[in-house]
């Protein structure tokens, strides 16, 4: 299954609990809804083949979702949930809230644009606004990116006989070796992997460019510690955005 570069949504507790179909599930059963629609959600087109064995695994009903060669009944009260594409399944509610998360975060890169763009016809540098934070509800745990094994890149700007290639920590922060490992020295590595996630979700919201991201860590790091915490500081203020899932 291919991967998409989305990290959470917001479940409608009193939609959720109050469906029809739900209230006819068993905990188990409501369990495996719950995992079905968290996979379409990682998916790039919020769907998933309408393979019985793939949703058997993903769902973690393995056996219970047949009855001989025909399916559960656990397994009928779950497809009834979702509507078909061809070979695909997928949740009318989960395809609008994808459209209206995608249209948030791109409503965002262009305020962030227009921001930079205004401050530097001023004269003015870019400064970090913390205050949105982050749009993460859990940090990503994907094959393709581990925090503790970068993926080695070529720095285009960079010479390779005179400055260490980057690696990217996270989709868009990249650091040499010796920058992580100072980061590491600095905040440990539960708190160099915060920073970086912190730094990843505000570039990708504005559409931030840095020539340094090791030294922006820094910058933000040296502002925290002069007491602006309120304004710039790493995880202070939530700010995600809600998207109500039935």
């Not at 779950?78 to 948030?104: A, D, G, P, T, W």
């Not at 509800?137 to 390779?160: F, I, K, Q």
Request: net charge positive; hydrophobic share 25%; with cysteine.
């Amino acid at each position: 299954m291919s991967k998409a570069k989305r990290e959470g949504f917001f479940l409608n507790v009193n939609d959720f609990l109050t469906s029809k179909d739900v209230l006819a599930m068993t905990a188990e059963e409501v369990g495996g809804y719950i995992l079905l629609l968290m996979f379409m959600w990682k998916e790039s087109d919020c769907m998933l083949e309408a393979d019985y064995e793939l949703l058997a695994r993903l769902s973690r009903l393995d056996k219970g979702w047949f009855n001989g060669d025909e399916l559960s009944k656990s397994a009928s009260k779950i497809v009834k949930c979702f509507s078909r594409k061809k070979n695909k399944f997928f949740s009318k509610r989960l395809q609008k809230e994808h459209k209206n998360y995608m249209n948030f975060l791109k409503s965002q890169s262009e305020k962030g644009k227009k921001s930079g763009k205004a401050r530097r016809n001023k004269g003015l540098p870019d400064e970090p606004d913390m205050n949105r934070g982050s749009t993460t509800v859990e940090p990503e745990h994907e094959p393709n990116v581990n925090r503790n094994e970068p993926t080695v890149t070529s720095n285009s700007n960079s010479n390779s006989n005179s400055k260490e290639d980057k690696n990217n920590y996270a989709d868009f922060v990249k650091l040499t070796s010796d920058e992580y490992q100072k980061l590491k020295e600095k905040f440990g590595e539960d708190g160099t992997k915060e920073r970086i996630s912190r730094l990843n979700n505000y570039k990708a919201s504005k559409g931030k460019k840095y020539k340094s991201d090791y030294h922006t860590i820094l910058v933000w790091e040296t502002k925290n510690n002069k007491g602006e915490q309120s304004n710039e500081g790493f995880g202070r203020n939530s700010g995600e955005y809600p998207v109500d899932l039935q």
